[in-house]
């Protein structure tokens, strides 16, 4: 595969209603390629304001949640019923409200917490426990990168798992997942899942998935809306030379980044959109399938001439 990356593509959308719209029409396609060449579809999803945009997913009836494996990118360390959960998040804006089992949804083990972690998850680590706290974090991270090896070994290869789709956010300081902008996680390159234990925005334990996860995927897709997102998206798309952390996600070819964002967020924004088509029918080409097609015969090409040779 070449190790290369295409540049993101951006969708604006004059209202949230028809973003949220679009992207569910989005993720059905991603679920539909997936389904057809593996069988399964796996997908990892995001916590903050990205929940709720996926409410339109439970009303989507070409959706087959018998094959999804469901991830999260990156998750806090507090029981999953709690309030800062992206777990209960997503739970509560959708995937409680559809058919899908519980084994096919994959959370951190909250077995391994510390009474401490039970009683007062989001408490600061006390004076002496520094090295339990850690190594819990690392057992949990550790634990939930078995998950994603016993889910994508089977079909996978590869050094990385590939998901078929990851959605994310994007912080106000151009974070996604727990990857923060001059913090040390920036230059993982060797864990799937890594521990955060001083994350910049409460609470402060975290594990997250990794680049090497994220630049593995088919798709990736950000959501930002409203004009709070003006700048930081201006600096995300127009001057991806700064180096945030939402702009180092470019999954290596075939895969794809897009960003679905409404006009308030993208005012500000020069870099060219593209007009979203929507998928009629399970048949209907998407770019990645697209992109798949091109490397295709640029292979089949390659062959040939040096058959030919």
Not at 131 to 152: G, H, P, R, S
Not at 275 to 285: L, Q, S
Request: proline share 7%.
């Amino acid at each position: 595969m070449p190790q290369s990356s295409a540049p993101p593509v951006l969708y604006s959308y004059p209202t949230v209603d028809k973003l949220t719209s679009s992207l569910a029409n989005f993720i059905l396609k991603a679920q539909t390629d997936a389904i057809s060449h593996r069988g399964v579809f796996t997908i990892a999803l995001s916590g903050g304001s990205l929940p709720n945009n996926l409410k339109p997913l439970a009303d989507v009836k070409e959706i087959q949640w018998d094959k999804w494996q469901v991830f999260f990118a990156d998750e806090r360390i507090v029981p999953l019923d709690h309030p800062e959960s992206n777990y209960a998040a997503c739970s509560k804006a959708f995937l409680e409200l559809v058919p899908i089992k519980k084994e096919q949804i994959h959370t951190i083990n909250t077995e391994l917490f510390r009474e401490q972690t039970r009683i007062d998850p989001t408490a600061a680590t006390k004076s002496g426990e520094e090295d339990d706290a850690e190594n819990e974090a690392v057992e949990i991270a550790d634990d939930y990168e078995k998950q994603l090896v016993n889910t994508f070994a089977g079909a996978n290869a590869a050094r990385y798992p590939t998901f078929d789709l990851i959605l994310l956010g994007m912080g106000p300081d151009g974070h996604t997942c727990s990857l923060f902008p001059g913090h040390e996680l920036l230059s993982e390159n060797d864990r799937w899942v890594a521990e955060i234990q001083d994350s910049p925005k409460p609470p402060s334990r975290r594990i997250s998935f990794t680049y090497p996860v994220l630049n593995h995927a088919f798709r990736c897709a950000f959501v930002a809306v409203g004009e709070g997102k003006q700048d930081m998206l201006s600096s995300i798309l127009d001057r991806p030379e700064e180096g945030l952390p939402c702009s180092r996600v470019r999954p290596i070819s075939p895969g794809l980044v897009f960003w679905f964002v409404d006009d308030a967020a993208a005012a500000k924004v020069k870099y060219p959109k593209t007009e979203y088509k929507w998928i009629e029918k399970a048949t209907d080409d998407d770019l990645i399938t697209g992109e798949r097609k091109r490397m295709k015969e640029e292979m089949d090409a390659a062959v040939e001439a040096a058959d030919q040779q």
